[in-house]
């Protein structure tokens, strides 16, 4: 298992830990025009939770690996939060702006993998 498939995995797991809705990680590194080799995706119901959500994921991520995300954008509204960690890039969205934005649509040549729960 490659290094961002760990931190793919850990972000997935923080996210089903705080309760993320359809928690999903998207393999794209089989794709040319991919800007990274992992999407990991997720839902929270309120701005509230979007950002406990962001949070959970910094802090299981800096505790298993020391790395914190490179950018974080989104964090002050909540409507969409992501977290760029080079390969993987986490998406935590509200519901409405997931439904507006369709990235498992964009990205649906890519393989979804299961997250163990």
């Known amino acids: 298992m490659t290094e961002s498939e ?3 995995k850990l972000a997935a797991q923080a996210l089903v830990e705080k309760k993320g809705i359809d928690v999903k ?6 794709l040319p025009s991919a800007p990274t080799s ?11 939770h979007v950002s406990a959500l962001s949070d959970h994921v910094h802090e299981i ?11 974080v954008e989104g964090y002050a509204n909540a409507e969409w939060i992501l977290m760029d ?5 986490v998406h935590i ?5 997931r439904d507006f934005y369709r990235l ?7 393989t979804t993998l299961e997250i163990e729960n």
């Open 93 to 97: 969205f509200q519901q409405s702006k």
């Open 38 to 48: 992992f999407f990991v995706i997720a839902s929270g119901n309120v701005p509230s």
């Open 61 to 71: 991520i800096k505790k298993a690996t020391g790395i914190n995300p490179s950018k």
């Open 6 to 8: 760990i931190l793919a």
């Open 85 to 89: 960690y080079f390969d993987v890039v």
């Open 25 to 30: 990680i998207m393999d794209l590194r089989g």
């Open 104 to 110: 498992e649509q964009l990205w649906e040549d890519g």
